[in-house]
């Protein structure tokens, strides 16, 4: 099978979306330091470029944080020709998978907000390059908290995201969810 990378930009300007034309993981991993990508072939390689600062994997694409002095134009190329490389040496995105299906836990209140952000948030949180996972729901205030990864994590417009898309969406179909909020890293 010949690998095809292609580009997209993402809503934050500091991340760029390598996508191919083959699942690289179910689910996502998040990669925010070189020290995390310990156990991340893939992950661990790219940090070895001096301009990475992130690395995000979801289905089938990786979406790459630079730093502030670098300039996409100098290293797209690049980053494009390394993940194409990559994936056809089949480097593991982390060392040991499994390859389940989400379980929600919780109350039953909680199982329905964690099946709503996996049918409906995840595939357009994720389309943007990044990714949200549920942290807790709080029946006394209504507050559910969520974590955003990827090129989420500190993107401009994830606010706007979070209030005007998740929160109205939840709201909606949980009438005990008063407000979502994001955990910072």
């Known amino acids: ?14 991340t760029m979306k390598f996508m191919v034309n083959k699942l690289l993981i179910n ?23 001096n301009f990475v600062t992130g690395v995000f994997f979801a289905s089938n694409f990786v979406t790459v944080t630079k730093s502030e002095d670098a300039d996409w134009a ?7 020709e390394f993940v ?32 709503i952000l996996h049918d409906y948030v995840r595939p357009a949180v994720e389309q943007d390059g990044g990714a949200i996972s549920y ?28 209030k005007s898309g998740i929160q109205n969406l939840l709201q909606r179909m949980v009438p005990e969810v008063k407000e979502v909020v994001s955990e910072a890293l």
Not at 88 to 115: L, V, W
């Open 1 to 14: 099978m010949t690998i095809n990378v292609y580009t997209e930009q993402t809503p934050n300007p500091a």
């Open 135 to 162: 942290k807790s729901f709080d029946e006394g205030d209504g507050v559910v908290t969520v974590e955003l990864r990827g090129s989420c994590s500190g993107c401009p417009s994830s606010t706007i995201t979070l």
């Open 84 to 115: 194409k490389g990559a994936v056809e040496s089949e480097y593991k995105i982390k060392e040991e998978t499994s390859d389940e299906a989400p379980s929600f836990e919780g109350s039953d209140i909680e199982k329905k907000i964690q099946q």
């Open 74 to 80: 100098d290293i797209e190329p690049i980053l494009k």
């Open 27 to 49: 689910g996502s991993e998040d990669f925010a330091s070189k020290e995390s990508a310990e156990h991340s072939p893939f992950a661990k390689e790219l940090f070895k470029f």
